[in-house]
């Protein structure tokens, strides 16, 4: 199945009540799962002190960073933000392979 197809049928199967952009459903009474919301960020300011953590030890990795991105991705709920924290996600990912493909050329 190619990229976009894959993107396409998963877009297609989203429950109703969760926003097609990705930023979170309401509950039956059409409150935002505020406990979601406070857990994610949660993990977000946990993943953040990780990074710096290890970044100031020198043992930063590719894992702790993508792990990073992808939960300040989870943990954002406006629109423009949760674009930019993708981009961020993407553009880690991104230069994660390309440092594969540098070490295996």
């Not at 998963?10 to 969760?18: D, M, N, V």
């Not at 926003?19 to 059409?30: A, C």
């Not at 702790?64 to 991105?69: G, H, M, P, Q």
């Not at 939960?71 to 880690?92: C, N, Y």
């Amino acid at each position: 199945m190619r990229t976009h197809e894959a993107v396409a049928q998963l877009a297609s199967t989203l429950k109703p009540g969760f926003r097609r952009n990705g930023t979170g459903g309401e509950t039956p009474g059409g409150q935002v799962q505020e406990w979601l919301k406070t857990s994610r960020r949660g993990d977000a300011q946990a993943a953040r002190h990780r990074t710096e953590r290890d970044e100031r030890l020198g043992l930063l990795t590719w894992a702790t960073t993508i792990a990073d991105a992808t939960a300040q991705v989870l943990a954002e709920d406006k629109p423009v933000k949760l674009r930019e924290e993708l981009v961020v996600l993407a553009t880690t990912a991104l230069a994660w392979i390309d440092a594969i493909d540098q070490e295996n050329p």
